[in-house]
């Protein structure tokens, strides 16, 4: 009994065309505004057709089939030729790009002291985000506050991610504005990205574990540094594992605390020790 027409932005008239900020937002986006000639032609063919509820829009689709999905595939435009030919330039590039996210920006946040790296990631997250929101310039982008608060809808927290992604080299997700609702949030999480400070205890920590563990397989099982390092090992798990409370490993003799000194401790000690810790493990 009636036909639902979806409309693109068109040229000229309406609500797009009055809106520079709509339109802009709209053919960033892959829709670019129609011709009213042809709308109306559309129009004619859509109340004559016998589809109820058909899309009249002028469509980009390399740019459209980009800014909706990234390089996920979409069941609902998979089929259209220049969505397919997006795909698979995607999967080209996946497969035989490198291993690590690399970009222009890393390399300039590597060179950088690291206290200067997130101020200057808040500032790409800004200029992005006021280009987003149709902002003249990033001043009015408070790095504290949500994106969704400051206006970011479905569509332009797409199109940010996927701003994000091409000036960082990164494949973020689609939930990444909610996962980090802030531009101060996110630099932290592209800073750890991209610019990892080697110097953090998080980040040195793996490659310390494993000189450790090459240097105590280096030992004789036999050896006496090899029980005393399970004794000063076990110790420190048992810190660790209390939150630093600290838990101290009693001697077998006299109940005093076997702290990191243990050069005067007997063999036998030592292992009445790693028996009363480890038991049978």
């Known amino acids: 009994p009636a036909t639902s027409i979806a409309w693109g932005p068109w040229a000229e008239d309406g609500m797009a065309a009055d809106s520079a900020l709509v339109s802009g937002r709209m053919e960033r986006f892959g829709l670019p505004p129609m011709d009213p000639a042809l709308a109306v032609t559309a129009l004619e063919r859509a109340i004559s057709g016998s589809d109820t509820c058909p899309v009249i829009t002028d469509v980009d689709w390399s740019r459209f089939g980009k800014e909706l999905s990234g390089s996920r595939n979409s069941a609902l435009f998979g ?156 110790s420190m798990l048992a810190k660790l594992s209390h939150a630093g409370a600290g838990t101290a490993v009693q001697g077998a003799t006299g109940g005093d605390a076997l702290d990191g000194d243990l050069d005067g401790v007997s063999v036998d000690e030592l292992f009445d020790v790693i028996d009363r810790e480890l038991g049978d493990a």
Do not use: C
Request: aromatic share 4%; proline share 7%.
């Open 79 to 234: 089929e259209i030729a220049e969505v397919q030919e997006l795909y698979r330039t995607v999967d080209h590039a996946s497969t035989d790009g490198p291993a690590e996210p690399t970009s222009a920006l890393a390399e300039t946040l590597a060179a950088l002291p690291v206290a200067e790296r997130e101020p200057m990631l808040l500032d790409v997250i800004r200029k992005h985000t006021a280009t987003v929101l149709g902002y003249g310039t990033p001043t009015g982008i408070d790095t504290e506050r949500g994106f969704f608060e400051m206006g970011l809808d479905s569509l332009t927290a797409v199109e940010l991610r996927n701003r994000l992604n091409t000036a960082s080299g990164l494949r973020l997700p689609s939930t990444t504005l909610f996962d980090y609702a802030s531009p101060a949030a996110l630099a932290r999480h592209l800073l750890a990205e991209l610019a990892p400070d080697a110097s953090a205890p998080e980040n040195a920590l793996p490659e310390e574990i494993d000189r450790l563990e090459s240097v105590l397989s280096a030992l004789p099982e036999d050896d006496m540094a090899r029980a005393r390092a399970v004794v000063r090992l076990q």
